[in-house]
């Protein structure tokens, strides 16, 4: 049995041997202790059949458990109404489920209209909600089936959080949009995530999407068993066994430079008078590397920024023709350039001194 | 085969009248089958078992000739609209009970899911999400029992009712066919009419069928 402890914070959701047995005889979750803390995201990761979706559902008692507790904000669920439990913790689906037959708007505004609130000021709220999601107040009117996969996708996060409910539940809630989107809507959440401070239950197969978004990263194996939940940095240093590494990929040391910063990676001048030179606009931005040769070539450059990852600026020193990165301000404004052999003597320390501390 | 004009001139008031006649016992039909049909389909949708059992009973029903019906029905309601009424309403149910049940079939799992997740109860969602989304299939059921109910009035003739039917026997039975023919396109009126409404009415309940991407 593996037992999750955050440090710090208080505790949302318990999870205390809970084992889920299905009447025909599968068990999906095998005597689950787990802790989530207040605020933060913890994504269930895990191949299909493992048991994370069906924890997930646990919490908002779409499926019950067999035996052992489960408590929301203190509180065992199962000595709670379903429904009422339900509309105060956001959940979000797959291919967003929403209601074909409303609209937009009225989507948003369920859980407020189920608690009462009026229908005037439920989709005032959800007017509001529009906008905090990122969509255009128009989409308001529109019917589901007339949106984007991402554009309903973010009607479903809306939805969820119509009622500011402090947990919010979500299952595979990107795995049907095309990776571009997914990357964004990854964003979304992240940003809106710094806003709002919810609890929030993440589940996916996608280890990078966990890595990205995950506070703490809980992997299940087959047969409901949680195997290993720790902070992603930990997880990538530390793989409990040959599952988990496995699970994390080949690239786990590449994964672990993306959860660092370059923020304090060694930048100097950029270059003058060498084969390549860094051409800037009049704002000191980087627009192109020109080649100094009678060919006159230019290659575009990538320039980064503090925030960026460790992982981007390796990335962008194999790519670069002259083995420097372009770093600039959060304006986009040229701060100097680090070359390839600082990038990979930097990463190189940053996953030694991940591994020790985590 | 010639029409008297002037015989349908001199009985329009009768037309009229048998006319509305004719569309109260079928629309009175297909009100009390729906009424019938909704809670067996309900039931029959949600308990496996039971459901080709009703399915099963519906078809029965409808392969009882109708006579058979009226005269069983006699004893009970007697010559009357009643009894015209309860055996179109029973031929209804064949129609109405199967589509309620296919249209509460096709609503996807996963928006029945989505209701409960968010914490509507079952009626709520019952009345709420489960019935707008059968809908479509829902109305397909009730034009055709609607169209198929004013075509069946007539039989009710034999029990002294049947609307419209009544042209047909006084037709016959004079050698005279401009009520028959009369019969014939006002029922015909009746059901194009009527069907066009249901459309309509179709259209103004479901907006989200409508505006496509």
Request: proline content about 5%.
């Amino acid at each position: 049995m593996t037992i999750c402890r955050p440090g710090k914070g208080h505790l949302m959701i318990q999870f205390d041997t809970v084992h889920k047995r299905f009447p025909n005889g599968t068990t999906a979750v095998h005597d689950l202790s787990l802790e989530m803390p207040e605020g933060g995201v913890t994504v269930l990761v895990g191949s299909s059949g493992c048991g994370k979706t069906t924890t997930l559902r646990m919490i908002n008692r779409m499926v019950d458990p067999t035996s052992g507790t489960i408590r929301v904000g203190g509180k065992d669920v199962l000595q709670q109404d379903a429904a009422d439990l339900r509309r105060s913790i956001g959940y979000v689906i797959q291919q967003s489920g929403l209601f074909p037959h409303r609209t937009v708007l009225d989507n948003i505004a369920t859980v407020p209209l189920l608690l009462g609130w009026g229908r005037k000021k439920a989709r005032a709220r959800a007017a509001e909600l529009l906008e905090t999601v990122g969509l255009a107040a128009d989409a308001g009117k529109r019917y589901p089936h007339q949106l984007s996969g991402g554009q309903q996708q973010r009607v479903g996060v809306a939805r969820a959080l119509a009622a500011d409910p402090p947990v919010l539940l979500m299952d595979e809630p990107f795995g049907a949009v095309d990776p571009v989107v997914r990357t964004q809507l990854q964003d979304e959440l992240l940003r809106l995530q710094k806003e709002l401070s919810k609890t929030i239950v993440f589940v996916t197969h996608d280890i990078d999407e966990a890595v990205r978004l995950g506070d703490q990263i809980a992997i299940f194996r087959t047969g409901g068993h949680l195997v290993q939940c720790a902070t992603p940095a930990e997880l990538l240093a530390h793989p409990a066994d040959d599952f988990v590494a496995d699970f994390l990929g080949a690239e786990r040391g590449l994964k672990l430079l993306s959860l660092k910063s370059l923020a304090d990676l060694p930048q100097g001048p950029a270059p003058e008078g060498g084969a390549w030179t860094l051409v800037l606009d009049e704002a000191r931005k980087p627009l192109h590397w020109a080649s100094k040769s009678s060919t006159g070539t230019e290659l575009p450059v990538r320039p980064l920024k503090d925030t960026d990852s460790l992982l981007a600026a390796l990335n962008e020193s194999i790519a670069s023709p002259t083995g420097l990165v372009a770093r600039v301000d959060a304006a986009g404004v040229l701060t100097g350039v680090s070359s390839r052999d600082d990038i990979h003597e930097y990463a190189g320390r940053a996953h030694t001194e991940a591994s020790v501390a985590a | 085969m010639t029409i008297d004009w002037s015989w349908i001139g001199d009985h329009t008031d009768d037309l009229t009248t048998l006319t509305f006649s004719h569309l109260q016992a079928a629309l009175s039909a297909v009100f009390f089958g729906l009424l019938i049909s909704l809670p067996l389909a309900v039931v029959a949708h949600r308990v496996r078992p039971l459901r080709g059992f009703l399915l099963g009973l519906s078809n029965v029903l409808f392969t009882i000739p109708s006579i058979a019906i009226f005269v069983l029905l006699l004893p009970v309601s007697g010559l009357t609209r009643t009894t015209t009424v309860i055996g179109l309403t029973i031929y209804s149910l064949v129609v109405l009970l199967r589509n309620t049940v296919e249209g509460l079939d096709s609503v996807p799992a996963k928006t029945k899911e989505a209701a409960k997740a968010m914490g509507t109860r079952p009626l709520r969602t019952l009345l709420t999400v489960e019935l707008p989304l059968a809908l479509p299939v829902i109305m397909a059921g009730v034009r055709i029992a609607t169209v198929m109910s004013i075509s069946l009035v007539s039989v009710a003739t034999y029990i002294g009712d049947g609307g419209l039917g009544q042209l047909f026997t006084d037709g016959f039975q004079r050698n005279f066919p401009t009520p028959v023919i009369a019969g014939v396109v006002l029922t015909l009126l009746l059901a194009l009419v009527a069907d066009a409404l249901l459309v309509a009415i179709q259209y103004v309940l479901t907006p989200w069928t409508r505006r496509r991407a």
